[in-house]
């Protein structure tokens, strides 16, 4: 079983499930490419990068964090955009976090650190703004509601959560009509079927309640007929 090799320091399902995407030198390379990456989000991924940019043009920068590393050109804007502050990223695969570190050098430094996004090291109301980039369908259940949890932790009152992700359940986009589609994009992506019947706002004002923290949808926007959304979240102190 070759994910075995990669399971020093990272969650069993990255290892299992996501090794040849992310944990691969030369996966990693090969995926960092804007035609790539790209490809993966049927041609969406300049409209699903910009609709999120311009959402985050709105929100408090003074403590922004990007909550893992994405392939393309994502980090690179963001950073620019909230220069001269500094963007915070973490992430738990260490090879993730060299490339992104070289490729935003030019721009505007990086505070690159390494953890678990289910166990965050920064202490509670640290960040005015956190955005989630494709991340949460990647999570299995359990991790998905612990990342959510740590988001409600981590996030000042009167503070932003970004979300650029896959739509709710998508029974009429023809990708999820076809059986054919929907049986290749369940297998490369093992923990979006239950991703897509989660509901996102329910969830985040669970777990904000013991922080004394709730959500609100400030804007939502459907891209690719609902296939994938971005949704901007405002937090409220629970009176
Ligand atoms: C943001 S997601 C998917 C990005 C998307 N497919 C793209 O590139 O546009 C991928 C990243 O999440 C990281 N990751 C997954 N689970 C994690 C966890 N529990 N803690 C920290 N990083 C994690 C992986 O190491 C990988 O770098």
């Not at 990669?6 to 090794?19: I, Q, T």
Request: hydrophobic fraction near 40%; include cysteine.
């Amino acid at each position: 079983m070759l994910y075995r090799f990669f399971l020093r320091g990272v969650p069993f399902y990255l290892a299992r499930h996501y090794w040849w995407a992310y944990l691969w030198k030369p996966a990693i390379w090969f995926f960092d490419h804007q035609i790539i990456i790209n490809a993966i989000l049927f041609g969406q991924y300049k409209r699903l990068m910009n609709t999120t940019l311009d959402k985050l043009a709105h929100t408090n920068h003074q403590r922004t964090l990007q909550l893992t590393c994405v392939y393309g050109q994502f980090t690179q804007k963001l950073a620019k955009l909230i220069a001269p502050t500094q963007l915070h990223i973490m992430d738990v695969c260490i090879h993730q976090l060299h490339v992104v570190q070289r490729k935003t050098q030019a721009i505007s430094p990086v505070l690159p650190t390494r953890m678990n996004a289910e166990t965050l090291g920064y202490k509670n109301d640290s960040f005015t703004t956190i955005v989630l980039f494709f991340l949460l369908h990647e999570l299995p259940t359990e991790a998905r509601q612990n990342t959510l949890s740590e988001c409600m932790r981590t996030l000042t009152v009167g503070g932003s959560l970004l979300l650029t992700e896959y739509g709710v359940l998508p029974k009429q986009h023809w990708l999820y009509r076809n059986k054919l589609t929907r049986w290749l994009i369940t297998y490369y992506e093992p923990f979006l079927d239950s991703f897509w019947h989660d509901d996102l706002t329910k969830l985040l004002n669970e777990r904000g309640k013991c922080f004394g923290k709730k959500v609100e949808v400030i804007s939502n926007t459907d891209i690719f007929n609902g296939f994938y959304r971005v949704t901007a979240y405002k937090i409220y102190a629970v009176k």
